[in-house]
């Protein structure tokens, strides 16, 4: 998506031609830099340290530092051991051990001497494949759009979405913001409410900053609001990602959006979680089986922000010694879920809606 008006993704190959590039979500939104990343190690330390973020392009780093790994040693015994170190980095999001699965497999069957070219073109081919998927899913998507905007005859389609899944959460596009940009791109009037998603705010740091920078209109909400805006008839759908939606239709997606289905489902407001197939755990049935990452309390207990000097600083908000709770995600029962959006359209919540879009999962998804 666009920056002052600049086509960007996420992350690409530095001019050097083998260095990896991306963009510091740590520093936004108060600025935008560039990091590079030289080793697996860098690799791991931005998915860990949060420097990406998102389930798809945290796919997308730990495939590149596959590629730095190979350049170091192309052994068979160094692509096991940094593959598993870098699958050790955040437990929750599926689609860490899909990519670095994909990698694998391909190196694997690859004489160690081709390696490092093998590695560099699939980890493009991930991505290019990551910005084609989310444009299909926002495609699907669009159609919502379309209709509610011609219900209220020229009046703004007020969509709520909660944390980031957008174009900064993936190498371009996003999930839950892909439709929202076609739909601006389109012409169509569209608003969105973003929740602040406490604790580590990566609805006002990152969604409002790419939503303000390509240009659509949104406003900044307290986490608390939304069940609000929904009473008043101030939200017509929303939009939401996921980082590992199970075999049944259980979504697990960042802390607070569980308590936005239940307001949605009490509003009579559609509920829609979209997701790429990559993100889909064919392995489980019970979202509650999906391991929680609990994060530091500092997270919770601590806030960045911008002084009026123009210096960026980190600052308590409770008592000294107060002890945090940080679970980064919740899960949604597919129940409270309107539609799963895919790259190969909408379905139901449930095995059956899933299978029904990828027919060819049958016999592998866990039984109900």
Known sequence: MKIDGKPHRTIWVGADGWSVEIIDQTKLPHAFEIATLKTPQDAAHAIKAMLVRGAPLIGATAAYGICLAMREDPSDQNLITIARMLGEQRPTAINLQWALQKMTGVLESTA???????????????????????????????????????????????????????????????????????????????????????????????????????????????????????????VDLCFVGSDRTVANGDVCNKIGTYLKALAAYDNGI??????????????????FSIPIEER????????????????????????????????????????????????????????????GLYPERNGTAVSP
């Open 112 to 234: 160690p001497d081709q390696r490092v070219d093998a590695a560099y073109a699939h980890a493009e081919r991930l991505c290019d494949e990551d910005v084609e998927t989310n444009h299909e899913i926002g495609a699907h998507a669009l159609t919502l759009i379309e209709n509610i905007a011609e219900q209220k005859e020229g009046g703004a389609v007020n969509i709520l979405t909660h944390c980031n899944a957008g174009w900064l959460a993936c190498v371009d596009w996003g999930t839950a913001t892909s439709p929202i940009y076609q739909a601006h791109d389109k012409g169509l009037p569209v608003h969105v409410w973003v929740d602040e998603t406490r604790p580590r705010n990566q609805g006002a740091a990152l969604t409002c900053w790419e939503l303000g920078a390509h240009g659509v209109p949104n406003t900044l909400i307290v986490d608390n609001a939304g069940g609000h805006l929904m009473q008043r008839g101030d």
């Open 270 to 287: 559609p509920f829609y979680v979209t997701l790429p197939y990559s993100t889909i755990d064919w392995s489980l049935n019970d979202g």
């Open 296 to 355: 530091s309390q500092a997270e919770v207990t601590a806030m960045s922000g911008r002084l009026p000097d123009g210096s960026v600083a980190t600052f308590d908000i409770a008592a000294p010694d107060t002890c945090a709770a940080n679970p980064a995600f919740d899960v949604t029962p597919g129940r409270l879920v309107t539609a799963l959006i895919t790259e190969r359209g909408l379905c139901e919540a449930t095995t059956e809606g899933l299978l």
